[in-house]
């Protein structure tokens, strides 16, 4: 069985589009509207990897992220930034936070899934 991906995406459409390049090659996927019920999910589940978008309703990616970095139990997750900035700033910003990389929006669907499991196969045990 591949690795279990939680998205953390409150666009509906991303969503969908992520999920289906995911679990086309095997990947299992978890969903999360909010940050809020990411954080609750990842506690719950213990994904291998969570794709976290930057601009949420309530709670943003990136004050998400720094909760998890600080979390004993989830710090070992790697986060990967889903954003629509990838400007040189928001890219500093999401690896301060804690993220291993990020994958800038509106995503390529050819290099997608091979850039995800780039980032699952260096930082996944």
Same mark, same amino acid.
């Given at each position: ?6 998205? !953390?995406?409150?666009? =509906?459409?991303?969503? /969908? *589009?992520?999920?289906? *390049? *995911? =679990? ?10 909010d940050a809020e019920r990411g954080l609750q999910i990842a506690r719950e ?22 909760? !998890? ?9 790697? /986060? ?12 500093? =910003?999401? !690896?301060?936070?804690?993220? /291993? ?18 980032? /699952? *196969? =260096?930082?996944?045990?």
């Amino acid at each position: 069985m591949k690795a279990t991906i939680l998205v !953390i995406e409150d666009n =509906e459409l991303n969503m /969908i *589009l992520i999920r289906d *390049l *995911l =679990e086309l090659e095997g990947y299992r996927v978890i969903e999360a509207y909010d940050a809020e019920r990411g954080l609750q999910i990842a506690r719950e589940k213990k994904p291998d990897v969570i794709l976290m978008d930057i601009q949420l309703p309530g709670m943003d990616g990136l004050t998400a992220t720094r909760l !998890i970095q600080k979390d004993p139990v989830l710090r070992e997750i790697p /986060i990967v930034a889903l954003t629509a900035y990838a400007m040189e700033k928001d890219k500093k =910003e999401a !690896i301060a936070a804690g993220c /291993i990389g990020f994958i800038a929006k509106p995503i390529d669907t050819r290099s997608f899934v091979n850039t995800v499991s780039k980032f /699952i *196969l =260096e930082h996944t045990h």
